[in-house]
């Protein structure tokens, strides 16, 4: 499994999840900067790349798309680079490593984790708009 950085996070990201034994990359050094989400989206689900984000549109755009990937790990913490957030996202990574490698959604906030398998479907009981 290898993950893709957001352009949104601290390129920092990358040698933290690295020291931990996860493969990673940053956005920054595979593509433009200013490129669209939907850019993104498809660079990961072409070539199989786990999503870490914190941005709300990849999660609405895996809803859009019916998508069963890329899959994404959508950060909900306000400071990413504090002792308490590094540890939390290493270890919900690792926790869930056969789901994301199968297709999942992962949201971690400070006070949970909550883990979806791809494709998203929509809550019992809702209509379509």
Same mark, same amino acid.
């Given at each position: 499994?290898?993950? &893709?950085?957001?352009?949104?996070?601290?390129?920092?990201?990358?040698?933290?999840?690295? #020291?931990?034994? *996860?493969?990673?990359?940053?956005?920054?050094?595979?593509?433009? !900067? $200013? #490129?669209?989400? #939907?850019? =993104?989206?498809?660079?990961? !689900?072409?070539?199989?790349? /786990?999503?870490?984000?914190?941005?709300?549109?990849?999660?609405? %755009? %895996?809803?859009?798309?019916?998508?069963?990937?890329?899959?994404?790990? &959508? &950060?909900? *913490?306000?400071?990413?680079?504090? @002792?308490? /957030?590094? !540890?939390?996202? *290493?270890? #919900?990574?690792?926790?869930?490593?056969?789901? &994301?490698?199968?297709?999942? =959604? =992962?949201?971690?906030?400070?006070?949970?984790?909550?883990? !979806?398998?791809?494709?998203?479907?929509?809550?019992? @009981?809702?209509? $379509?708009?």
């Amino acid at each position: 499994m290898r993950i &893709l950085v957001d352009m949104n996070l601290s390129p920092e990201w990358v040698g933290l999840l690295k #020291a931990a034994g *996860i493969d990673a990359l940053h956005w920054g050094s595979v593509g433009a !900067r $200013s #490129a669209e989400d #939907a850019v =993104l989206f498809q660079y990961a !689900r072409d070539r199989h790349l /786990v999503l870490l984000t914190q941005d709300l549109d990849f999660s609405q %755009l %895996l809803f859009e798309t019916s998508g069963s990937g890329p899959s994404t790990v &959508l &950060l909900r *913490i306000k400071d990413d680079l504090d @002792g308490f /957030v590094r !540890r939390r996202v *290493i270890s #919900a990574i690792r926790q869930h490593l056969k789901d &994301l490698e199968t297709g999942a =959604l =992962l949201v971690i906030s400070e006070e949970r984790v909550r883990i !979806r398998s791809l494709p998203l479907q929509p809550p019992p @009981g809702a209509t $379509s708009p």
